[in-house]
């Protein structure tokens, strides 16, 4: 008879011990150790992988000599965050909030697939075949070509797919997926990892590329240990306000490719849409005139997109003022606030400072410090910012105005939009073409007032 022994494991990070805790000694998480049985296993496990020889030893110029070709979705702005595309035999890892879009977008890439005579095996865990086929149907797409399957026993899938022999295995989703040689319940550290490093050995083995989609936690953070993000090929973060209808994915780490580039989608009635162009997409409804207002153009991946910068300063009716930040970091914005008293001597003492970037964008590159500070200046002094001024800089503790990356890019794309002035910090610039109106500034208060004036 098999001795069935216990063991507590994180549901954070994956930390087992052989008592129960509160506290996680290695994440430091209240109250996440759960209790799972463990039981050794008894004679050869049932394997999926595909009969091969030994692995031999080879110089790098005869493996060069194999050409690799990617599979290419059809979704241009998927392909580009992959870097091309797919390449057989990789692990993609798609995370994001629950009703971002993941789903949507994957059952969309895999009709394009089958469509374009590549056959794609949609595997859903959490969904019937019928309620898979009207989310389909309510995307306009036939899928005459696509294969769904229904299923939460990861050996029935793998050995479908063997069966089937699929070029993409799509897993929704991973945290569904139950491995029956694990005593734990579907969902756990441990089921998770082993689901996964099942699917890896499976792709590898095959050929066969596999996208599993992956729930987050409160924190943002994709679900189970943090093992997880190591061992797959890809890892993309699908991320926006859901009260907004864009959604950015973004490459958080990729063997294949750059982890600078990211896809900006619409979600629409008919599911989600590519925005070739994000450039001027946020200034759509602009107010001209209006106090507190800045445009600052932001790199999303390789790609400036135009931001406008809001900041409401209001005298506060209380004793401490309030600093409040959406979409920039709070910090920031108090560094900033502190920056414009010591070094131009204004007064944010009895102020309220409030700072929002519309359209749901979460600005984390610190080239929109500048655009950050001539807001609060401007809504301080009640004084509009002039219509077509760009302002791009970093902001230094001196009071200096720093330089930041493709500053040519920025000043070109936003001079396609019709900007006429741009305040950029002081250095050389390598435009191919002479750009009028560009303003270089080498502290806060050059740059300020050349924004006004």
Not at 241 to 263: H, I, P
Not at 285 to 308: D, F, K, L, W
Request: proline share 5%.
């Amino acid at each position: 008879m098999v001795k069935t022994k216990t063991k507590f494991v994180c549901q954070n990070c994956g930390y087992t011990t052989a008592k129960w805790m509160g506290r996680c000694p290695e994440c430091g998480t209240w109250d996440s150790l759960a209790e799972e049985l463990e039981t050794p296993a008894c004679g050869p496990q049932q394997s999926f992988l595909m009969p091969k020889e030994a692995p031999k030893p080879k110089t790098l110029d005869k493996v060069m000599l194999t050409e690799v070709e990617r599979l290419k979705t059809g979704i241009n702005e998927f392909d580009r965050v992959l870097g091309g595309g797919l390449v057989p035999g990789s692990l993609v890892l798609l995370g994001g909030d629950p009703g971002i879009g993941k789903s949507t977008m994957l059952l969309d890439a895999g009709i394009r697939f089958s469509a374009g005579g590549i056959k794609v095996l949609y595997v859903s865990g959490e969904e019937s075949e019928a309620q898979t086929a009207m989310r389909a149907r309510r995307l306009g797409k036939p899928g005459a070509a696509l294969l769904v399957m229904t299923a939460t026993d990861l050996d029935a899938v793998l050995l479908q797919a063997k069966e089937v022999q699929p070029q993409i295995l799509v897993i929704d989703s991973i945290q569904t997926m139950y491995n029956p040689e694990l005593q734990t319940a579907a969902g756990s550290v441990g089921q998770v990892r082993e689901c996964t490093a099942k699917l890896l050995r499976f792709a590898k083995a095959t050929s066969i590329a596999v996208i599993i989609i992956g729930h987050v936690t409160k924190d943002g953070n994709i679900a189970g240990p943090r093992l997880l993000e190591h061992m797959v090929d890809v890892v993309l973060q699908f991320e926006g306000d859901r009260s907004y209808s864009f959604r950015v994915l973004r490459a958080l780490k990729n063997r294949f490719g750059s982890t600078s580039e990211s896809g900006i989608f619409s979600m629409e009635t008919g599911g989600l849409k590519e925005v070739a162009n994000p450039a001027g997409l946020f200034l759509e409804n602009r107010a001209e005139n209006a106090p507190g207002s800045v445009v600052c153009a932001c790199m999303e991946g390789n790609r400036p997109i135009m931001v406008e910068v809001q900041a409401l300063v209001a005298k506060t009716p209380y004793g401490m003022p309030r600093r409040t930040a959406v979409g920039f970091d709070y910090n920031r914005v108090n560094m900033l606030l502190a920056i414009l008293e010591r070094r131009l001597g204004m007064d944010f003492g009895n102020f309220d400072a409030y700072l929002n970037v519309v359209g749901g964008m979460k600005i984390t590159e610190p080239s929109a410090d500048l655009a950050a500070a001539a807001a609060l200046v401007s809504s301080y002094r009640n004084k509009p910012v002039p219509h077509g001024v760009l302002a791009v800089g970093e902001v230094g503790l001196t009071g200096e105005i720093r330089r930041v990356a493709g500053t040519e890019r920025r000043i070109r794309d936003a001079a396609n939009l019709g900007f006429t002035k741009f305040v950029v910090p002081k250095g050389k610039l390598n435009m191919e073409q002479k750009t009028a109106g560009i303003v270089q500034a080498a502290t806060l208060e050059e740059a300020l007032n050349a924004i006004f004036n």
